[in-house]
C-alpha cells in the first residue's frame, strides 16, 4: 500500500512563491510517475505537473509552466512542487499522487488528502 501526505500550503500574495511537499510511503516503484493536480473552488481536478522517479523527467500543464517545478528526492522519499509567481488562479487544493503508466497521462492509482493554497491578489 502506498500512503501520500501533502505538506506545505497557506496564503501567499499574488507574485509570491510556496513549496509543496508530498511524503511517500509504502511502495513506490522506481517507474512510477508522481503528479500535482489541483481542485479549485467549483471546478474539475486538473492537472498540474508530473515527475518520473526513474530518470527525472518532467512534465507540466501549461498554465504553470515557467512558473512551478516538480523535483523529487530519492533519499527522502519525497515530491516536491515548488511555486513561484503565484496568481490569484492558482488557488485551489492541490493533491499529490502517484502510480505507473505514460508520464503524460492523468490516470494515478494513489492519492493524498491534498492541502490548500490561497492566493491573494
Known amino acids: 500500500q502506498v500512503q501520500l501526505v501533502e505538506s506545505g500550503g497557506g496564503l501567499v500574495q499574488a507574485g509570491g512563491s510556496l513549496r509543496l511537499s508530498c511524503a511517500t510511503s509504502?511502495?513506490?516503484?522506481?517507474?512510477?510517475?508522481m503528479g500535482w493536480f489541483r481542485r479549485a473552488p467549483g471546478k474539475e481536478r486538473e492537472f498540474v505537473a508530473a515527475l518520473r522517479w526513474s530518470g527525472g523527467r518532467t512534465y507540466y500543464a501549461d498554465s504553470v509552466k515557467g512558473r512551478f517545478i516538480i523535483s523529487g528526492d530519492n533519499a527522502k522519499n519525497t515530491v516536491y512542487l515548488q511555486m513561484n509567481s503565484l496568481k490569484p488562479e492558482d488557488t485551489a487544493v492541490y493533491y499529490c499522487?502517484?502510480?505507473?503508466?505514460?508520464?503524460?497521462?492523468?490516470?494515478?492509482?494513489?492519492w493524498g488528502q491534498g492541502t490548500q493554497v490561497t492566493v491573494s491578489s
Open positions: 499522487a502517484a502510480g505507473p503508466g505514460p508520464i503524460g497521462t492523468y490516470s494515478y492509482d494513489y
Open positions: 509504502g511502495r513506490i516503484v522506481s517507474t512510477y510517475r
